[in-house]
């Protein structure tokens, strides 16, 4: 197979994670016979240092001419005092949308080998953890209408939650198509009890369930799946949602399984095309320390095999090199235990790729 890869290395830590990140690439498709070119371009705030621009159109223009997008993070206190339209964070928007990503898969699985880094009770770590988020990420209050305006109190500002009916159908029936290769089980999270938007949310999906009666669909305030992450995670196997819950949430979901190092994601647009990346940000105060944890964004080239791909065989052979490295003790900063084999990012990258194909 061929394959054309943009690769977005981004700020901070980004190019560290993303490098390795092609590393495992590049070893899956010298293994099993794939030929893939990849091609690097600018977005966010290096992109703004050297263009003015957090997503030249060159970038842009790139993506679209390729079969997916590897990126690494974007983002650093270096341009936080911006315009909103101008942050390095406008380039994932723009991404997103630009490229019709709509539906963001987040996996977040607690390995057993870091049963000991979950935050949560013996018990509830012991019985596994395994979910995963759904997340709308092209409308919604990420995309809405927004400004400011001044008042009688001071300046204002306001953003909107706007989603139609084919926005939540379509975000439904990626969640139901996740959950069929899965537990068979959507959790439906919105805040219906005040919002109007998520009331329309939730008639949409409870009507979208109903052509697929072998799906069990319940529903839970925000507030509550929030809470039940914690205390129950286990009743959850997919949960749908909406671009800013989704966000909140899976960052929450990514501590049970010890690190947000440890959680890739995949943003899909129903024709093969994805963006692959580790759902961390660019952590700037780690970034040249060779201390950056490069799971997140080497599960994030499984799931480019996965799901761009249908190369099912090649995502395996990554997710089984990291169980068995992770099994094996080692460990980067922010999963380390006392008596575990504390690594480096390239020397985690280095082990991760070696162990590729080894039974």
């Given at each position: 197979m061929k394959m054309k890869l943009a690769v977005i290395p981004g700020d901070g830590i980004g190019p560290e994670v993303a490098g390795e990140a092609v590393k495992t690439a590049k070893k899956v498709c010298d293994m099993y016979g794939h030929r893939a070119i990849f091609t690097e371009a600018p977005a966010g705030g290096n992109a703004i240092d050297r263009y003015g621009e957090p997503l030249p159109k060159k970038t842009l223009d790139l993506c679209k001419s390729c079969d997916s997008v590897i990126l690494g993070a974007v983002g650093g206190w270096q341009w936080d005092s911006l315009p909103g339209d101008m942050r390095p964070e406008r380039a994932l928007l723009g991404l997103r949308g630009e490229l019709g990503l709509y539906a963001n898969l987040r996996p977040a699985v607690l390995h057993e080998a870091l049963k000991g880094a979950c935050p949560l009770?013996?018990?509830?770590?012991?019985?596994?953890?395994?979910?995963?988020?759904?997340r709308e990420l092209t409308?919604?209050?990420?995309?809405?209408?927004?400004?400011?305006?001044?008042?009688?109190?001071?300046?204002?500002?306001?953003?909107?939650?706007?989603?139609?009916?084919?926005?939540?159908?379509?975000?439904?029936?990626?969640?139901?198509?996740?959950?069929k290769k899965r537990g068979r089980r959507v959790t439906n999270v919105d805040k219906a009890n005040v919002l109007e938007s998520s009331r329309l949310w939730r008639e949409v999906v409870a009507e979208a369930a109903k052509g697929h009666p072998e799906i069990s669909l319940d529903h839970m305030y925000v507030d509550n799946a929030s809470m039940q992450l914690i205390r129950d995670p286990g009743h959850f196997d997919v949960i749908v949602t909406t671009n800013m819950f989704g966000d909140i949430l899976s960052d929450e979901a990514s501590q049970l399984t010890g690190s947000i190092g440890m959680l890739p994601s995949a943003s899909l647009g129903g024709s093969g095309f994805g963006m692959y990346e580790p759902i961390h940000g660019s952590a700037p105060d780690l970034a040249g320390k060779d201390v950056a944890n490069p799971i997140a964004a080497i599960l994030s080239i499984a799931m480019l095999f996965r799901y761009s791909f249908s190369l099912e065989e090649e995502a395996a052979s990554i997710e089984s090199a990291v169980t068995r490295i992770?099994?094996?003790g080692f460990r980067t900063g922010d999963i380390y235990s006392e008596g575990m084999k504390r690594v480096g990012t390239k020397e985690m990258g280095r082990l991760i790729n070696e162990s590729i194909g080894r039974s």
């Open positions: 009770r013996k018990e509830i770590a012991d019985a596994g953890i395994n979910i995963m988020v759904v409308g919604g209050m990420y995309f809405g209408d927004r400004g400011r305006k001044d008042t009688p109190l001071g300046q204002a500002a306001w953003d909107t939650e706007l989603y139609s009916v084919f926005e939540v159908k379509r975000i439904a029936e990626a969640a139901f198509d996740a959950a992770l099994n094996q």
